[in-house]
């Protein structure tokens, strides 16, 4: 296994820029997850890293080796040693499950089952899937062969292309479980690429954000989800609302009464981002209530804040009596707020 | 284990030269331009020839009284028998794909057996059946009953790779069937139909064997006077100077015309099974129709040739029983020549075609385009242009087998690229892509995954090239070594002797073959490997 590192890369197609000054580090042995909304640059990000595109600008190493120097060195992407699951597995369909995983393999290594069957039990399929044909698996097991398919040469680095994108909720999340268990198990360093929040917070040790061909943030997911750079982030990682403010020596004067923060700008007025999840109902008389949806263990409650804005809440309640339309409710704050310059 | 692994890619391979990515690899474009060099060269050493010749005598030749006449035949039956192939190779791909058609892969076999059957079998039949077949439109028609099944072809790959949600949508949108296929349909094949109709037209230019029993004159058949006549090589070179012309602005004009579409699958997944429409009470009307159009193009020469044996004289049939003796070894040398033409155009189509697929580029296109140059000649001047060039620079193949084996597969190596295309088009560009992240380079991608799918793709094609070079008479009477005979060449000697029955045993032969070329055409152009198999 070894480290990425990407310094400075920058690519477009035509007139377009695609990717500008990319900076991005990924640690020995930790899945980073690129997340971006379609278009954001993502796919063509990791086309660079396998080395299917070249870059304009800048310099792809893997393991202290440049494979990609702009003018100057491309490393072929069989050269590369970086694995590749592509969406929807892409796997050969003349091939067996067993002749897919081993198609990496050096020739002598082929024909010997045993690396097959390590990697059916790292990705967590039966052995007796060896020999079915791909048309035979069902969609999450097609992905998982895929990826067990990448990890049998030991690549130094894998690289995941919107690996759950097609698959129904339940299917999703146990492939999901079964990959970061597969990673874990083999210790890879990997590159998820999604489009989707919940799986890049909940897969990467770090995720970064890609927008418009630039990486805003990278940070841990904790990080990046309490203190989004700016408020684009805020909104693109999760739910947020977004309060006026005054800022005043660290704390935050808002129509919901004096907040902590958990940052600092200047004094002044300011722009607070708080997480929906971090409202408590309490007695009072802040915010009207809109309407509200049942979901079985919770009911999500469509709150108005009183004032000119009517801003608008999203409020997640366990609460067994919940208050009715028009009816009035007092809000409190839990934890720490991000504060934005206006 | 693990560390010798990881240390090998790059130990070999130290900071690597510059090397472009985005594009094609260099390594494909100079192959790929050593086959657009070998496909050219029958052009160059025309031009070299005709320049010998002084280009008085050239001027001479394109000033002829006759010259335009026949340029103006010439394109006249382009401009009739294109839109004949257009309109039966999408209604009959149409009906047979898309329709409940009863027995449609019978009627799929059929309808493309006319482009197996040679040209001039079927020249040589249409002729015989009087004298208005024997000018303008026997020639068009020929012509468009011989090459519609091209079209037929690619559109028949274009129906099947729809995605069938498009027709499911405009159903529920309230359109009827005919409405389904104006509206819906017929905008997404126009590559498909633009593609054929561009082979067509090309080879219409300069088509000569499937004229060669009809008084009709056109350009080719013109030049081929000027060399029979020994007037000048010159000259008929010169002459195709307007061939050479035809084709160069045929190729920017249908590459203009198809602008910038994308012939691979854009969709993933499973691909469903098609929607078949039930043709109720049009049934009947539309087997008549198909079956007239099977008439024309395959029963025409097939009962000709029973005809000519049933009325046979004695004499006649004496000599054709005589010509029994010629008919294993004529067979023998079609089949070796057939193989030879379609393997080394096989060779010579797979570069192209993974660059034309895979890529693009004004490199790309200009290579690509470059190999259809293979129809800006006659194929008569394109063998006499070889068989000068052998004798004066390589003078061990001058009037040796190989150099008609190469020569075939030159002429149709156009044919051999389309059909790769249409199965190339079909495999997902990630599954090759996988294989490179693998450790797999370009070749062992090629070799381990797209070549194993794409098996009857390869074996269409080879199809194709092995059935035209059968079909082919002209460069083989120029190129086939003295006293080498083959299945048409000896049909050509025998149809002048006594009556036709004499040849008809070579045509016998072809025509069997033509059908078994058909069927296997019918059931893999186009296709990629079936999962089920093996």
């Known amino acids: ?342 | 284990m693990t560390a010798h692994r990881l240390a090998r890619p790059f130990a070999i391979h130290p900071p690597l030269p510059r090397r472009r990515a985005d594009g094609a690899s260099r390594p494909l474009l100079v192959v790929c331009g050593v086959v657009a060099l070998l496909v050219l060269l029958p052009v160059v050493v025309t031009i070299i020839q005709a320049s010998q010749g002084g280009f008085s005598a050239a001027g001479d030749a394109l000033r002829a009284s006759s010259t335009l006449g026949l340029v103006k035949n010439t394109f006249l039956v382009a401009a009739i028998s294109v839109p004949v192939c257009a309109v039966f190779g999408v209604a009959g791909a149409w009906f047979v794909e898309r329709t409940q058609l009863p027995a449609r892969r019978v009627w799929g076999v059929l309808l493309v057996a006319p482009l197996t059957v040679p040209p001039f079998v079927t020249s040589y039949a249409w002729a015989n059946l009087g004298n208005p077949f024997q000018g303008l439109y026997g020639a068009a028609g020929i012509i468009g009953f011989t090459y519609f099944p091209i079209v037929f072809l690619l559109v028949a790959v274009a129906l099947r790779g729809l995605d069938p949600a498009l027709e499911e949508t405009a159903q529920s949108l309230g359109l009827g069937t005919a409405r389904i296929f104006f509206r819906v349909i017929l905008p997404q094949l126009r590559p498909a139909i633009l593609g054929g109709l561009l082979l067509v037209t090309l080879d219409a230019l300069v088509e000569f064997d499937a004229f060669v029993a009809l008084k009709f004159k056109t350009f080719s058949s013109d030049i081929y006077a000027q060399y029979q006549l020994g007037f000048s090589a010159s000259g008929a070179a010169a002459l195709s100077f307007i061939s050479i012309a035809f084709c160069v602005v045929l190729l920017f004009g249908e590459a203009w015309l198809r602008g910038n579409r994308n012939y691979t699958r854009v969709s993933q997944g499973a691909r469903r099974a098609t929607i078949r429409y039930p043709l109720g009470r049009a049934t009947l009307p539309v087997l008549a129709g198909v079956g007239a159009v099977v008439a024309i193009g395959v029963g025409i020469p097939v009962v000709t040739l029973i005809k000519w044996v049933v009325t046979a004289s004695s004499a006649g049939l004496t000599s054709a029983s005589n010509n029994l003796h010629y008919l294993l070894p004529a067979s023998v040398t079609s089949i070796e020549l057939g193989v030879g033409a379609a393997l080394l155009a096989l060779l010579f189509a797979v570069p192209v075609a993974v660059l034309a697929v895979r890529f693009r580029g004004p490199e790309v296109t200009a290579l690509e385009r470059s190999v259809y140059l293979a129809f800006a000649l006659p194929d008569l001047v394109g063998g006499v242009a070889l068989a000068y060039f052998a004798s004066h620079w390589v003078s061990f193949l001058y009037g040796g087998f190989f150099l008609l084996v190469f020569a075939e597969a030159i002429l149709f190596l156009p044919f051999a690229v389309v059909a790769l295309r249409a199965t190339f088009g079909q495999i997902e560009p990630s599954l090759e892509e996988s294989a490179r992240s693998l450790g797999a380079g370009p070749v062992a991608a090629l070799w381990r995954v797209t070549a194993p799918l794409a098996r009857p793709g390869f074996l269409a094609a080879a199809v194709l090239v092995f059935a035209f070079t059968l079909g082919d008479l002209s460069t083989a009477q120029v190129l086939l070594p003295l006293n080498d005979y083959t299945l048409g060449t000896e049909f050509q000697a025998n149809s002048a002797s006594v009556a036709f029955a004499a040849a008809s045993p070579f045509a016998g032969v072809l025509i069997v073959l033509a059908m078994v070329a058909a069927y296997i055409l019918m059931s893999r152009f186009g296709e990629v490997r079936a999962l089920s198999e093996d």
Do not use: W
């Open chain 1, 1 to 342: 296994m070894a480290d990425l590192r990407c310094s400075r890369l920058a690519k477009s197609y035509g007139d377009r820029a695609v990717l500008t000054d990319i900076e991005l580090d990924v640690p020995e042995g930790t899945l980073t997850a690129i997340l971006g909304a379609s278009g954001s640059g993502k796919t063509t990000l990791l086309r660079l890293v396998i080395g299917f595109i070249a870059p304009d600008a800048g310099v792809i190493s893997v393991g202290g080796t440049v494979v990609a120097d702009a003018g100057r060195v491309h490393v072929p992407p069989d050269k590369r040693s970086v694995g590749y699951v592509a969406q929807e597995g892409a796997l050969f369909p003349h091939l067996t499950v067993a002749g897919n995983i081993a198609f990496g393999l050096p020739r002598n290594e082929r024909r010997s089952a045993g690396r097959v069957f390590e990697m059916l039990d790292l990705v967590g399929l039966p052995h007796d899937y060896a020999p079915r044909r791909p048309n035979q698996l069902s969609g999450g097991e097609q992905r998982r062969v895929a990826l067990g398919r990448a990890l049998a040469p030991r690549p130094r680095l894998v690289l995941l292309d919107e690996p759950f994108s097609g698959l129904d909720a339940a299917l999703r999340g146990e492939t999901r479980e079964a990959v970061v268990n597969a990673l874990a198990g083999e210790g890879t360093t990997a590159v998820l690429v999604t489009h989707d929040q919940s799986e890049a917070l909940s897969m990467g040790r770090e995720v970064a954000v890609l927008r418009d061909g630039l990486l805003v943030q990278t940070a841990a997911p904790t990080v990046l989800y309490r203190s989004p750079v700016d408020l684009d982030v805020a909104h693109f990682v999760g739910d947020a609302v977004v309060l006026a403010g005054t800022l005043r020596s660290g704390a935050v004067e808002t129509a919901l009464g004096t907040l902590r923060t958990r940052n600092a700008t200047a004094d002044g007025e300011v722009r607070v981002m708080i997480r929906p999840e971090q409202f408590r109902l309490s007695p009072g008389a802040d915010a009207e209530v809109l309407g509200q949806s049942y979901r079985g263990p919770e009911t999500i409650l469509y709150l108005a804040l009183r004032g000119d804005d009517r801003t608008p809440i999203e409020l997640r309640t366990f609460e067994q009596e919940v208050p009715a339309r028009g009816e009035l409710v007092g809000l409190s704050v839990d934890g720490q707020v991000t504060v934005y310059p206006v």
